[in-house]
């Protein structure tokens, strides 16, 4: 890979990460909700997924999603009702606005590992994560040359602008929260975000890879 390429493959990196989607969306929620410093762990557990995702993209899978569509769906179909189930939850769920005076209630409000369990699988079936590791990212892999080397600049590339941003969305969500100060308006966040959830699992539902 040379440095141009690896240029372009950053200004791609740069347009995907800060192109909204379930990852940004989730991160924003859960920031205006719960307060910053859990949105450490969501973020994490992003860069964590999109590990996990490249390496199997690296492994060989990423081939096998784009030949497959039986393997296509059956990603695409657990993504697609993951996101659905967690935007019915934002719904349905009983909320209460937040208390600008007791933010440390407010941040342990839900634990740090069941929000970290929800990213990473929001971040593994982010129908815009892996595409861009499925049918992008191969194509800045010599094959010719080391493929470990390759993967680790790209992908710890990719983790690095997409924890930054996310960081970056939650902590501009977080100052937007005395906003969230009354019932109404935490409702309306709850149901847009679980409505939005709703709305991508559909569209990822439907996506094809060709």
Known sequence: MTLENYFLYVALVIVITLTPGPAI???????????????????TANIF????????????????????????????YIGAVYLIYLGYKLIVQKNSPIDLTDTAQNHTAVSSRKLFARAYIVAISNPKSILFLT?????????????VLQFAVLIF???FFSFVFLMLFALLAYRARVWLSS????????KTSGGAFVLMGLLLATSSNK
């Open 25 to 43: 969306l989730f991160i924003m929620t859960n920031s205006m909700l719960h307060g910053p410093k859990k949105t450490f762990f969501i973020a």
């Open 183 to 190: 019932q109404k308006r935490v409702d309306t966040i709850y």
């Open 135 to 147: 049918a992008l990212l191969p194509q800045f892999i010599d094959i010719h040359k080391p493929l």
């Open 157 to 159: 590339t990719l983790m």
């Open 49 to 76: 997924g999109l590990f996990c995702l490249g390496a199997v993209t690296v492994s060989g899978l990423g081939v096998l999603i784009q030949t497959s569509q039986v393997a296509f769906d059956i990603i695409k």
